[in-house]
């Protein structure tokens, strides 16, 4: 099956071959793990993680994490429309030690960034962007 993936992405739509999650768990490494980010995840709106990569050094219950994120989302989701917003497409938490970014990946995916404070926000955001494309690409 191969699905024409587009904005409106849904749910029950996608599927991955193994050269595409090999590829996907690539991008993440090069482009944000390389970058210093500690963590990232890949995520379906239900918490399901699809890819994920650490720098070796995370002891994160990355399950919990995906599912609380997805419902973290689903609520500020919620939160949009009730400003006049169809969405926020980024979320951004930031910690003492270690902070957390949420971008969307088309309509039903999360790509979850955990980083410390030697990556400036910024530069993250670049990095994250320049990844989402890359993932995108591999669906189109």
């Known amino acids: 099956m191969t699905p024409d993936?587009?904005?409106?992405?849904?749910?029950d739509e996608y599927t991955f071959s193994q050269e595409q999650l090999e590829t996907i768990?690539?991008?993440?490494l090069h482009d944000l793990i390389e970058s210093g980010a500690h963590s990232v995840l890949l995520i379906d709106m239900a918490g399901n993680i699809i890819a994920k990569a650490d720098n070796g050094e995370?002891?994160?219950d990355?399950?919990?994490?995906?599912a609380l994120a997805s419902a973290n989302f689903?609520?500020?989701?919620?939160?949009?429309k009730l400003v006049g917003e169809n969405e926020f497409s980024l979320l951004f938490h930031?910690?003492?030690?270690?902070?957390i970014h949420f971008s969307k990946v088309k309509?039903?995916?999360l790509?979850?960034?955990?980083f410390g404070t030697k990556v400036s926000l910024g530069l993250l955001r670049l990095k994250v962007a320049e990844a989402i494309e890359k993932i995108s690409a591999i669906w189109n």
């Open 5 to 11: 993936f587009d904005d409106d992405l849904a749910f």
């Open 25 to 28: 768990e690539s991008i993440i």
């Open 58 to 60: 995370c002891d994160h």
């Open 62 to 66: 990355i399950y919990s994490l995906a």
């Open 74 to 80: 689903a609520a500020v989701d919620t939160m949009a």
């Open 94 to 99: 930031k910690g003492e030690n270690e902070s």
């Open 107 to 109: 309509k039903d995916f």
């Open 111 to 114: 790509l979850i960034s955990i």
